[in-house]
């Protein structure tokens, strides 16, 4: 179901969440009215209020479940924008191990790619994305061929493991953050969740088929709740789409340190 979304392209767009919102909220209250006019026209009592209790107490875990996933992967995609800057900007710090001359050639390649990088963090469509990190990969690969032809250039010492591992942990980084972005929550959690949601509104309603007043306004504000709690996890799915992205304030500094020293 999530990939069918994404092909879509629904729930990407920040309009469409609120819309995703209503949705669900709509279909939870038709399910609350069926099971609300079931046991109205049925003999017997509605379900017991344990019953009740455990149905919305499993409700609450699946929940938090995906809610506690959703936000795993926000604050791992956050951890790696941080982890890319530090490499970034260890790469600038090891090329004062070489000559001022050297330094100076190197330096504007690097501030390019960490722009290029930025842009790439900063890109919500998924086809423009994928053509900024083809350019930032292309971009390091400039870099480091002018680094190792600098490396080739004079005798081997201790600079030169330091810089290569360097330049190893800045295309590590790009790397996990491309796997990251492309991470998204399991579709079957998804849908799960949202069945449950219906039936658990059902079985609400059937619980609610003699009262009024404030039960009826109670019953309301729960459901607004989960098809907002439901809207909250798939906003925090998002990488750059939504209203709750991923911040790109560290990288986007280590490129300007470097662009202001070119």
């Known amino acids: 179901m999530t990939d069918m979304l994404h092909e879509a392209g629904l729930m990407l767009e920040p309009w469409s969440l609120p ?5 669900l909220l709509l279909a939870m209250v038709v399910a609350y009215l069926l099971g609300r006019n079931w046991a109205a026209h049925h003999a017997g009592n509605p379900l017991d209020n344990p019953v ?42 090891n090329l004062a191990l070489l000559s001022s001359e050297e330094t100076r050639s190197l330096k504007p390649g690097l501030a390019e790619y960490a722009a290029i990088r930025v842009a790439v963090g900063n890109t919500a469509d998924d086809a423009a994305w994928q ?4 350019e930032g990969n292309a971009q390091r690969a400039r870099f480091g061929k002018d680094l190792f032809a600098i490396l080739r250039s ?35 959690v998804l849908v799960l969740l ?25 019953a309301s504000l729960l459901l607004a709740l989960l098809a907002s709690a439901f809207v909250v996890i798939l906003d925090l799915d998002q990488p750059r789409r939504g209203t709750i992205i991923v911040p790109q304030d560290e990288l986007a500094a280590v490129a300007a340190q470097l662009h202001s020293q070119r």
Request: hydrophobic share 50%; charged share 15%.
């Open 131 to 134: 053509i900024r990190w083809n």
């Open 154 to 188: 004079g005798p081997p010492d201790t600079r030169t493991p330091l810089l290569a591992q360097s330049y190893s942990a800045m295309g590590d980084a790009a790397t996990m953050r491309h796997a990251a972005r492309q991470a998204h929550l399991p579709g079957e």
């Open 194 to 218: 949202g069945l449950y949601c219906l039936a658990a509104a059902g079985v609400l309603g059937s619980a609610h088929a003699h009262k009024h007043g404030s039960g009826l306004v109670g």
């Open 52 to 93: 009740l209790s455990g149905m919305f107490g499993l409700l609450a875990l699946l929940m938090a479940f995906a809610l506690s996933l959703a936000i795993g992967r926000f604050e791992e995609r956050r951890r790696l924008v941080v982890a890319e800057a530090n490499a970034i900007s260890t790469m600038d710090t």
């Open 19 to 23: 819309l995703t919102g209503a949705l």
